[in-house]
């Protein structure tokens, strides 16, 4: 179980280093819905690891972490649904 851990912990890290790469090197737009499910899906893996491990300083913050890309993710799914004219607008 702890190499199970671990594998998830290394691959949250590398996902987060990864959206903070590709954002800062402008390969990837900050508002977009792939870096909020990279930073999502990173955090996620590094909350299961530190949670299991008690660092929950550590989970703490990627629980946080994790909230705010759920928030950014619903604030993308709003915005795009209010570009996309309903069926009852184009008739």
């Known amino acids: 179980m702890d190499l199970l851990l671990d594998v998830i912990g290394w ?3 590398a996902l987060l280093l990864t959206g903070y790469y590709l954002v800062s090197s ?5 508002d977009a819905v792939p870096y909020q ?9 590094l909350m299961v690891n530190s949670a299991y491990y008690a660092a929950w300083p550590s989970a703490g913050l990627n629980l ?3 909230a705010i890309g759920v ?9 795009a649904a209010a570009r996309t004219p ?3 607008q184009e008739q």
């Open 26 to 30: 402008s390969r990837m737009n900050g």
């Open 86 to 88: 309903s069926r009852t």
């Open 64 to 66: 946080v972490w994790a």
């Open 71 to 79: 928030v950014a993710l619903v604030k993308l799914a709003r915005l």
């Open 37 to 45: 499910l990279v930073n999502l899906a990173g955090s996620v893996g």
């Open 11 to 13: 691959i949250g890290a």
